[in-house]
């Protein structure tokens, strides 16, 4: 019996994260109007933040964000997850080339349970990749408060070919 592996997947190269990144805040251009930022990228998933500012209200009494900046922010988040481990999937190509994958991502199906109303300073958005195949990769998504507790959950679908 072989005993379960211990590898850890390799890290991702500086330049394939700074190009990621730049991809993903400043070239997604609705990521700017949300304010959405990566603060983390593993094999697996992804972290970001979303600072509240006036344009996010969607309730002006309670000074709750939008259910549409949640929703297309975990949507976002979905997104870069599995742009990770499409990432993760390719390292033997040069981080151009993986880069290059994302071309054709895209939502196919999501799903957003709002938990709690979204008040707060800040809002940490957490992706994980439940299952990555050769068409479709499915994704699972947290939208957290300043506090850390739960505010909304997100399931999505995204075609990868």
Same mark, same amino acid.
């Given at each position: 019996m072989t005993p379960p592996s211990t590898a850890h997947p390799p890290a991702f190269e500086p330049e394939f994260v700074a190009a990621l990144t730049q991809l993903f $805040? $400043?070239?997604?251009?609705?990521?700017? /109007? &949300? #304010? &959405?930022k990566v603060t983390e990228l593993r094999a697996d998933g992804a972290t970001g933040r979303i600072a509240m500012r006036p344009e996010l209200v969607g309730h002006f009494a309670y000074n709750r964000i939008?259910?549409?900046?949640?929703?297309?922010? +975990? @949507?976002?988040?979905? #997104? +870069?997850? /599995?742009?990770a481990a499409l990432g993760t999937k390719h390292m033997d190509e040069a981080p151009e080339q993986r880069l290059h994958r994302f071309s054709r991502l895209g939502t196919i199906d +999501?799903?957003? @349970?709002? +938990?709690?109303?979204g008040v707060g300073s800040h809002f940490e958005l957490h992706a994980h990749v439940l299952r990555l195949g050769s068409r479709v990769a499915s994704t699972r998504m947290e939208f957290l408060g300043p506090d850390g507790r739960l505010m909304a959950t997100g399931a999505g679908a995204y075609i990868v070919s």
């Open positions: $805040e $400043e070239k997604i251009v609705f990521n700017q /109007v &949300l #304010g &959405l939008h259910g549409g900046a949640i929703s297309a922010g +975990l @949507d976002a988040m979905g #997104g +870069l997850a /599995v742009m +999501l799903r957003i @349970d709002y +938990l709690r109303p």
